[in-house]
């Protein structure tokens, strides 16, 4: 089954809450492979605890790496080096289930000297959500993602929206020429029932475009 990469139109836009709900819409398994920053909980962890099935399963990360920076700084930073195909090597086998995988930051984060997310999701074969944040200046790194995912003919399933300033989502849906998936609204509380209602509100569109 092909998997779904989650990426965002950059850092802190809620990769990671759409990630647990699109988990758990589907009752997919969770991978996030490049962790960089981990102080105080991982990705994997945050998800773990939000969603509510039993089915899934939380793989772990390839590269664990502590320093919250761009995933090419904090390798360095451990005198290592990431590896793309290594991470290839490594991706769960996930039978009849569907694979969530989480990015880091945007699509055009570099990995290493060399490559970047987009590269990743290219080796990966996988289909793409985009996360877009609403914030004043998220309409030009929204189209920018867009445009970048349509040069490299990247498998855009569609858009999720986080987050709530102003009213541009349809328009940038309509820029983009990709759909709309969900719009995941403010909330002060996030926890299982907030993202197991979300899950429930995004399941049916999210199953017409796989």
């Given amino acids: 089954m092909t998997p779904i990469f989650i990426t965002g139109i950059g850092t802190?836009?809620?990769?990671?809450?759409?990630?647990?709900?699109?988990?758990?819409?589907?009752?997919?398994?969770?991978?996030?492979?490049?962790?960089?920053?981990?102080?105080?909980?991982?990705?994997?962890?945050?998800?773990?605890?939000?969603?509510?099935?039993?089915?899934?399963?939380?793989?772990?990360?390839?590269?664990?790496?502590?320093m919250p920076a761009s995933p090419h700084i904090a390798a360095r930073k451990e005198n290592t080096s990431i590896d793309l195909q290594h991470i290839l090597h490594l991706k769960p086998s996930t039978l009849?289930?569907?694979?969530?995988?989480?990015?880091?930051?945007?699509?055009?984060?570099?990995?290493?000297?060399t490559e970047f997310v987009i590269d990743l999701i290219e080796q990966l074969q996988a289909k793409v959500i985009l996360v877009s944040r609403n914030y004043l200046g998220?309409?030009?790194?929204?189209?920018?993602?867009?445009?970048?995912c349509k040069q490299?003919?990247?498998?855009?399933?569609?858009?999720?929206?986080?987050?709530?300033?102003?009213?541009?989502?349809?328009?940038?849906?309509?820029?983009?020429?990709?759909?709309?998936?969900?719009?995941?609204?403010?909330?002060?509380c996030i926890n299982k029932d907030f993202v197991a209602q979300q899950a429930q509100e995004i399941q049916l569109s999210l199953r017409k475009l796989l």
């Fill in 138 to 148: 998220s309409i030009n790194h929204s189209l920018l993602t867009a445009n970048i």
């Fill in 152 to 188: 490299r003919n990247i498998d855009v399933l569609g858009w999720v929206f986080n987050d709530s300033y102003l009213n541009y989502e349809d328009e940038i849906v309509q820029w983009s020429g990709y759909p709309k998936i969900g719009s995941i609204p403010f909330a002060t």
């Fill in 96 to 113: 009849n289930l569907q694979l969530v995988i989480e990015g880091a930051g945007g699509i055009l984060v570099p990995l290493n000297e």
């Fill in 12 to 66: 802190d836009v809620g990769k990671t809450i759409v990630s647990a709900i699109v988990t758990e819409a589907l009752q997919a398994d969770y991978w996030k492979p490049i962790q960089a920053g981990f102080e105080n909980s991982t990705d994997a962890l945050q998800v773990s605890n939000l969603i509510s099935n039993t089915s899934t399963v939380i793989h772990s990360e390839v590269y664990k790496l502590q």
